[in-house]
């Protein structure tokens, strides 16, 4: 069976709709109650499955999280959305090891917290960073940033 | 027994991305390892999100002083895409070459640093003086010799002229024949196998749970490379071989990216010689339709991949950027458990991070809470006459 037809034959039940925009690429939508059952049955097909990253991208009131996954030669894009008021998630660290900074990283520039992440503690941002600042997030433009450093810098 | 934790770093910004370490040890023996990024973090993804596609490049050139034509190739491919435009024959066999040159002044690079951090000073100067060699070739066709400009959104800028191809093939035999000598070197000669065969062991179940990328990941006998996975430019086109190594150490690690520096050298031929006449870029609009993207190359130091999304504006609503060293750390923090003190720059340097000078170490006494600090050229120094009294 050809790698992409495995793919979509394993996530039937959870895909709420898949794209597949060219040769070797996949967008798959599933919700997220679904994600660490989705990426078990990804992980645990034959074969080589690898992630190649974790991005996040703000979509208005949710943030929308798109895991990469190699799997042979097709590249996965699994796509969840969370709310802005609520960013909570299940970890995939115990699933995939190699998750951990990534999750640390959107943690930090999203703040999507990720229940289960034995660490997350600030990767990127540094320690005198304002708390609710998420840079990543529109609504945090540049010159909201500067101005929020900036009075923090004082009180510090 | 008690444990002691020393930070090692963050680094002086003289290079890209300084990082910090903390390293618990037992006596000799570092028992865990936790990173701390973000020193100079640049904020490029919030930055490209202001620009438009085209001042992008400049930006996406700028990621990385080393490997900065995978990024911008990562990049304008996924604009690329979403335009729906499909660049002409000859953009894509120049993008090769530079990309494999570029790997070729990397990985030269490289070895250098990792000769260095064994204090072999020699090979160290040997190796950056040949560098010199795919520099001046570099130069000769991008007129620069980092940062190229070559990329642009729908090909390159520059065309590799024919009167170019005999210095080229000149200074690629001299590159050939030193990389088969250091080889030699490398196989053979006990002061660089004594610090790195069984050192920085990754086997192969961790380096993929851990999702390493690039020469990190094939030394440890992972047959994984985009250039053959996911064909872009012009690879698909030109035949080359995926290097591994089983050995799982720095001592593989050394030998893949001089395997690689020999394959590399095969495909500029190759490509020098088959590469089809006609334009070098074609005309693309200011607006890119909406859609998404993901773009990725085989970076020197590994796997790239680029997220594009736009809403058919001028500029992109979101770029995610994730760079080969940050797949790597993971796995690296693996290597680095059991190792002793004296093998830690070693084994660092053998993931190739974009981590410049350390700048300083701090040794932390749990006990009596006494705190040393130590220059990354005292840890150097500590680790080769550790060695020397071994």
Known sequence: MKASNLIESQLKDEAREITVPRERRMFIRIAKENLR?????????EGLTHLSTITGVDVGSQVELIYHIVYEDILVSLKVQVSKEKP???????????????????????GVRFKGNPDLSRLILPDTWPDGVFPLRKEWTPERISEKIEDNHENY | ?????????????????????????????????????????????????NRTYHQNVYLIERICGICSFAHTTCYTQAVEELLGIDIPERAKFIRTIT????????????LGLTAKETGFETLFMYAWRDRETILEVLEMISGKRVNYGMNTIGGVRRDILETMT??????????????????KICTKEQTILKRTVGVGILRPRDALSLCAVGPTLRASGIPRDVRADDPYAAYDEVPFKVVTYKRC??????????????????????????????????????????GEAVSQVEAPRGENIHY???????????????????????????????????????????????IACAERVMLVDTKTKKRRIWSGDKLWRYSCEWYRKK
């Open chain 2, 1 to 49: 027994m008690k444990t002691i934790k020393i930070p090692f770093g963050p680094q002086h910004p003289a290079l890209e991305e300084p990082i910090n370490f903390i390293f618990e040890v037992e006596e000799e023996r570092v028992v865990n390892v936790k990173p701390r990024l973000g020193y100079i973090h640049r904020g490029i993804e919030k930055l490209a999100e």
């Open chain 2, 249 to 290: 150490d720095v001592a593989s690690r050394i030998l893949v990216r001089i395997d690689e520096i020999l394959e590399s050298i095969n495909i500029i031929r190759y490509a020098l010689e088959n590469m089809p006449k006609g334009p070098i870029q074609v005309k693309v609009p200011q607006r890119v339709p909406k």
């Open chain 2, 166 to 183: 005999e210095q080229i093939e000149d200074k690629l035999s001299h590159l050939e024949d030193r990389a088969q000598y250091y080889k």
């Open chain 2, 308 to 354: 594009l999304k736009s809403d058919g504006s001028d500029k992109p609503v979101r770029l995610k950027v994730r760079a080969p060293t940050l797949a790597n750390l993971p796995p690296l923090c693996k290597m680095l458990i059991d190792v002793n003190i004296a093998d830690i720059p070693v084994v660092i340097a053998g993931i190739d991070p974009c």
């Open chain 2, 99 to 110: 990309a494999e040159m570029e790997r070729v002044q990397n990985h030269y690079l490289w």
């Open chain 1, 88 to 110: 909570i998630l299940p970890t995939i660290v115990d699933l995939i090891p190699g998750a951990l900074l990534y999750e640390r990283e959107i943690h930090d520039l999203f």
């Open chain 1, 37 to 45: 059952k989705s990426m078990k049955k990804l992980i645990g097909l």
